[in-house]
């Protein structure tokens, strides 16, 4: 009886104490993720490079559209990462946006590639049949999910660092639309 006073008492102290809220920072999960993307990324415009067209080039464009939906997968659970993550501090926001600016020019080369196999796609389908409406549709839903990812990302990032992501979403945005009018 004499113990159970204070353990009653240091018990009823101790629960009366608020306890600190443990806030999730992942700004290094969301530049895992952002180096997920690169490295598909890369996967894709390799394969996207050597894509020949033709009869012989239907395993590829089968291997580009694997790879693309890979690519959309990867963006997906960037999205989820990233809307999972407390607001980033200045130091992590400087740290993501580094990430998506090192991972711009990927993006434009794959794009850019992507435009300059158009005639390459028109024959894709076994020879004979064009690809260009498959190719045309990744590249919308593409740029849906990258739209996605950079709204989710801007509204995690510091102040002076959001305040440039509308730049450089625009930016991303504009070369996924000058790849869709080429497939249009």
Known sequence: MRFLFPLLAATA?????????ITKRDATAVVEAVNSIASQMVVLNNTVTSYDGGI???????????ESVKLSCDLR??????QASAN?????SLTVATAFINL?????????NIVAKKPKFDTGLLGIGSLAFLVKGDLQQQKDLSGQLGDAVAAKLAPLY???APMINKQIADAFDKAIAAYS
């Open 56 to 66: 012989q080039g239907t395993l590829t464009a089968l291997k580009i559209e694997v």
């Open 88 to 92: 980033f501090t200045n130091a992590e």
């Open 13 to 21: 102290f101790t629960s009366a104490i608020p306890t600190a809220t």
């Open 77 to 82: 659970d960037a999205i989820s990462t990233t």
């Open 162 to 164: 959001a305040q440039l």
């Open 104 to 112: 711009q020019p990927q993006i434009f080369s794959t794009l850019n």
